[in-house]
């Protein structure tokens, strides 16, 4: 049995480029959650969050996450994603999680960057303020995406050596 694999982590964590790849070589299609809800809404995910607030964009997260049931596919959440409303129990439910994980100080080096404003959450912090905020933000989300079947380090692990874990679990647990 195919099951969608959900990509977790924190955001700047590498979800979306390592999704395509992952995609790529298990020939499987690439769906980025983040994206679908734009071309949804017909807005940034920041215009949203400002108009709309952002519980109201977490419950469409939600929905949208929901959408994907039965996919074949690889699909990369928002960083948020798994820690809201019942959406980590339910990825894991419904197919195979993989967390790529991260040290602060590795997510601070990516973040810092990359165009923090994009971010919703991270608009205005840089420096020591973008550093503290990863770290707390990370300690609070650690207990959902440890949840994930398949959890990697991703700055060490190889694309083959990620595939290889994806193909191991999916063999076991069919």
């Known amino acids: ?5 959900f990509i977790v982590g924190f955001m700047g964590s590498g979800k979306t480029t390592l999704g395509k790849k992952i ?14 809800i734009v071309a949804h809404i017909g807005m940034s995910i920041p215009e949203y969050f400002n108009m709309h607030g952002e519980i109201h964009f977490r419950v469409l997260e939600s929905e949208f996450l929901k959408k994907q049931k039965g996919k074949n596919a690889i699909i990369s959440t928002g960083g948020g994603t798994p820690c809201f409303f019942d959406n980590m129990q339910w990825i894991v439910e ?16 990516r973040l810092s960057k990359s165009d923090v404003n994009k971010r919703p959450v991270l608009k205005g912090l840089n420096g020591d303020e973008l550093l503290t905020f ?21 700055i060490q692990t ?17």
Request: net charge negative; no cysteine; aromatic share 10%.
């Open 94 to 109: 419904n197919g195979i999680a993989l967390y790529l994980q991260h040290s602060p100080k590795s997510l601070w080096s």
């Open 23 to 36: 995609a790529a070589a298990m020939g499987r299609p690439f769906v980025d959650l983040d994206h679908e």
């Open 158 to 174: 190889s694309l083959e050596e990620v595939v290889q874990q994806l193909k191991h679990y999916q063999i076991y647990t069919d």
């Open 134 to 154: 990863i770290e707390t933000k990370l300690e609070e989300r650690i207990p959902f995406y440890s949840q994930a079947q398949v959890s990697v380090d991703q």
């Open 1 to 5: 049995m195919v099951r969608p694999i």
